[in-house]
């Protein structure tokens, strides 16, 4: 099985911490020029930037907001300056912001919406923009492009004092689904990985002790994923290896998404 993604530029949104951290490391250690994204933590996204480039391989950390149209131009533009090309966007920056429906104020409902869901729709703009201006890869029997969106289990499990979180996530489901259909004759190729609980900053609360715990009865697997197991996913995603997969969400979940709650109902 050949994994390489040598040769090929990918573009990591919200890769500082957690699953971004995580898929941009993979990708560059399977061949990838990188690009770290990052929001407010400049700190970790360029000591992995150096890291990786102590270890041989090419990468750069970029400022931006990908709620921002300027940003995330600023963005790609800077991805083109240094590595002259992209060949894999994953749209991975995310947040949380929390409330019942009732208390839940309109600043929130709109950055989560902002971030999540207009944030992606920005990044896969872009990256579509480039991948049509650009040369194709050598290997012209493969994609010319791959997007790879950062949903959730929540774009199927509805999730009570999340409304804002699980509507972008609904969101982004379509937005994957739909630019697949539109692009896909142009061999440009796009997919969704849907994390369950996955072990990061976003959900330090309820993976941890009892919390962490209780959480396991939703998860038939039996264990809390990490970034990893996600990372994994989104390097296959990227590669040749799953060429003929489109138009897809892959659940990372342990299950969680087989609704275990009725196991025992029976
Ligand atoms: P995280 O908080 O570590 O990562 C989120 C990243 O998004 C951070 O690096 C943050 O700086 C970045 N970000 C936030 N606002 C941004 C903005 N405006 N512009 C650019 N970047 C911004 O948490 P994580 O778990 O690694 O989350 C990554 C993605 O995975 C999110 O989309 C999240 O919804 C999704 N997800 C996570 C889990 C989980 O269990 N951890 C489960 C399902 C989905």
């Known amino acids: 099985m050949i994994f390489s993604l040598k040769n090929q530029v990918a573009l990591v949104t919200g890769a500082s911490s957690g699953l971004g951290y995580a898929c941009a490391e993979s ?11 990052y929001h407010s933590q400049a700190e970790p996204a360029e000591e992995l930037a150096e890291k990786i480039r102590a270890d041989g391989g090419r990468a750069i950390a970029v400022k931006g907001d990908v709620s921002k149209e300027a940003d995330v131009e600023n963005l790609f533009d800077q991805t083109i300056r240094e590595f002259g090309r992209l060949d894999i966007l994953v749209a991975n920056s995310g ?3 929390d409330a019942p429906s009732i208390e839940m104020t309109l600043e929130d409902w709109n950055t989560v919406l902002d971030v999540n869901l207009t944030g992606q729709f920005l990044c896969a703009r872009a ?6 201006r650009q040369e194709h890869r050598k290997d012209i029997s493969k994609a010319v492009g791959k997007i790879i969106h950062m949903s959730s ?5 509805p999730w009570a004092g999340h409304v804002n979180y699980a509507a972008s996530k609904g969101g982004v489901d379509m937005l994957m689904k739909s630019l697949a259909q539109e692009v896909g004759e142009e061999r440009i190729r796009v997919n969704a990985v849907a994390p369950g609980a996955i072990a990061t900053a976003i959900n ?7 919390a962490g715990k209780a959480l ?6 039996g264990r809390i994923g990490a970034a990893e197991d996600v990372a994994n996913a989104v390097v296959w995603l990227a590669s040749d290896l799953s060429d003929y997969v489109h138009g897809t969400t892959l659940f990372i979940d342990g299950g969680m998404s087989l609704y275990p709650g009725f196991r025992d109902n029976g």
């Open 27 to 37: 990708l560059a250690k399977e061949g990838a020029c990188v690009v770290i994204n």
């Open 153 to 157: 289990v929540h774009q199927l499990i």
């Open 127 to 132: 990256a579509l923009r480039q991948f049509k």
């Open 95 to 97: 947040l949380q912001k």
């Open 204 to 210: 330090e609360e309820s993976t941890k002790g009892e």
């Open 216 to 221: 396991l009865k939703l998860i038939p697997y």
